[in-house]
């Protein structure tokens, strides 16, 4: 059975200080990502039990718990591609196009993922996401790492906004961990995510 593997980071634990620590980064990815990864595979082991016993009673908390621990994985790996120590400005080409048609403007824009990232109640991440249904951008917050998201979307830029990414320097100020993200955003990621997401809406077309 395949395995998931927790991902090399991009870039050293201390590339994106000031705005984040290298203390923070090298705890959020080798212990709560790490913790994801180990939390999904253990899981799959279980769903594998389960079948082989022909024992169900367990299944709902077990989907969950793996639903859970895969998103949280596939968060963070995107969260560290998303972000580098050379990033921040704005994207441009036809990203910023798109930005501009179904936002407004990218200050807009900026408001909404700042916002809809800042005030996630609990844990969660705020997330720009291409909607393939009406090709179309769209902001969305998500619960945990797998609650209140359109089925068909696919993020593209996202904005961890658990505590454990940020409280050992910001505190409980989280508007202000956020402001300094976009300092960090690797817009050429996000453009490639954005490209890759549009090609395959018309292919399955």
């Known amino acids: 059975m395949t395995r998931y593997v927790l991902p090399d980071m991009p870039y050293d ?3 994106l200080e000031p705005a984040i620590t290298g203390e923070i ?3 959020h990815h080798s212990k709560h990502h790490a913790a994801y990864v180990k939390g999904a595979n253990d899981t799959l082991e279980r769903l594998a039990e389960t079948r082989a016993a022909d024992d169900f009673s367990g299944l709902v908390g077990l989907e969950k718990t793996f639903a859970f621990n895969l998103s949280g994985h596939v968060l963070h790996t995107i969260f560290w591609e998303n972000l580098s120590p050379d990033g921040g400005d704005r994207p441009d080409g036809e990203l910023a196009a798109a930005i501009a048609e179904h936002f ?3 200050e807009a824009f900026g408001k909404q993922l700042s916002t809809a990232t800042a005030t996630v109640q609990g844990s969660g991440w705020g997330v720009l996401a291409w909607e393939p249904l009406s090709q179309r951008l769209v902001v969305e917050q998500i619960y945990d790492h797998h609650g209140n998201v ?3 979307t696919t993020p593209l830029l996202v904005f961890d906004a658990w505590e454990h990414a940020y409280y050992l320097q910001y505190r409980n100020v989280r508007p202000d961990y956020v402001q300094k993200l ?3 955003v690797n817009w050429a ?3 490639r995510r954005f490209e890759a997401a549009r090609a395959a809406h018309r292919q399955a077309g």
């Open 104 to 106: 407004g403007s990218f």
């Open 13 to 15: 634990y201390g590339a």
């Open 25 to 27: 980064l090298e705890l």
């Open 150 to 152: 359109g089925l068909n």
């Open 182 to 184: 976009w300092s960090l």
């Open 189 to 191: 990621d996000v453009t």
